[in-house]
């Protein structure tokens, strides 16, 4: 005998809800990308960190990640140091992409737009974090390094997790040069 509506339809149907709300959620890759140019730093160095009297929240929070980091790769922070860092902080949405106007038609690509998902929660922020070091007395730049992440909020650990990557990537550069 075939029945029209099975004990288990509800379910089934419940399930499928299920399975949609989870696919839902937020859909982003908070991995970061980077970028740099120049040497680095030397691990172990002196570094003037840059005054921010007028420093937003964003700020503050980069600037704090920074010196925790420069501190685990040994490097001191000093009023007298030949080498300043400077830096600075972004957010925008992720839908949003950064290009420089190339020749031609072409677009040259510095940051692309996140692709939305069909059952995406939440639109998605992009947190940008740009430290450059510079010679004081010349004023040369000796590095410059981005990194960016997606996600629904930005976190403090997000923060930290950027600002240690710079770090690191300026360490790694000058190693990478010695060899």
């Known amino acids: 005998m075939i029945r029209p509506f099975s ?3 509800p379910l089934r149907f419940l399930a499928c809800l299920a399975v949609t709300a989870g696919l839902s959620a937020c859909a ?3 991995t970061p990308r980077l970028s740099a140019q120049g040497p680095g730093l030397t691990e172990g160095s002196q570094v003037r960190l840059a005054a921010k009297p007028d420093a937003s929240e964003d700020e503050r929070a ?9 501190a685990r790769h040994s490097i001191t922070l000093s009023d007298s140091a030949p080498v300043e860092v ?5 957010l925008r949405a992720s839908s949003v992409g950064m290009a420089r106007a190339a020749n031609g038609d072409k677009a040259d690509w510095e940051s692309t737009a996140r692709r939305r998902y069909l059952l995406d929660r939440c639109g998605g922020e992009r947190s940008r974090v740009t430290l450059v070091a510079f010679d ?4 040369t730049v000796l590095h410059r390094s981005t990194a960016e992440a997606d996600s629904c909020k930005p976190s403090p650990q997000m923060v930290a997790q950027l600002a240690d990557q710079l770090v690191d990537t300026a ?3 000058t190693s990478d040069s010695a060899n």
């Open 7 to 9: 004990s288990s339809a």
């Open 28 to 30: 982003i890759n908070g």
């Open 62 to 70: 980069i600037g704090a990640a920074l010196k925790d980091s420069f």
């Open 86 to 90: 400077d830096y600075t902080t972004a």
């Open 136 to 139: 004081r007395a010349t004023g």
């Open 171 to 173: 360490i790694a550069r």
